[in-house]
């Protein structure tokens, strides 16, 4: 079992930048590909960014690519979102998620954190 605790979410305005973070506990992190989604209301579950175990690749949905880095330190058991250049359309529930190896789909997520809002405002 793993648990997963995200933090950092809050309101902010366009163009600035913001931090998550989601803290594991549990069994061994670094077994665990790590993957951000987000879902806007009304809207589905969507693939944001992961990491594999020890960090390399990483991998990006196009919409968020250039702007937002993940990242994540074993050591800590915490994967990270770096988020620059926020846009209001990035507004949304933020969800940290573990799986065996990357998965794109959230479907394939093994664990799930409970999120932390993020809004942007224009």
């Known amino acids: 079992q793993v648990q997963l605790v995200e933090s950092g979410g809050g309101l902010v305005q366009a163009g600035d930048s913001l931090r998550l973070s989601c803290a594991a506990s549990?069994?061994?992190?670094?077994?665990?590909?790590m993957h951000w989604f987000r879902q806007a209301p009304g809207k589905e579950r969507e693939f944001v960014a992961a990491?594999?175990?020890?960090?390399?690749?990483?991998y990006y949905a196009d919409s968020v690519k250039g702007r937002f880095t993940i990242s994540r330190d074993n050591a800590k058991n915490t994967v990270y979102l770096q988020m620059n250049t926020l846009k209001p359309e990035d507004t949304a529930v933020y969800y940290c998620?573990?799986?065996?190896?990357?998965?794109?789909?959230?479907?394939?997520?093994?664990?799930w954190g409970k999120g932390t809002l993020v809004t942007v405002s224009s």
């Open positions: 549990g069994r061994t992190f670094s077994n665990y590909a």
């Open positions: 998620a573990a799986a065996l190896k990357y998965y794109s789909s959230p479907a394939a997520m093994v664990y």
């Open positions: 990491i594999s175990r020890y960090g390399i690749p990483t």
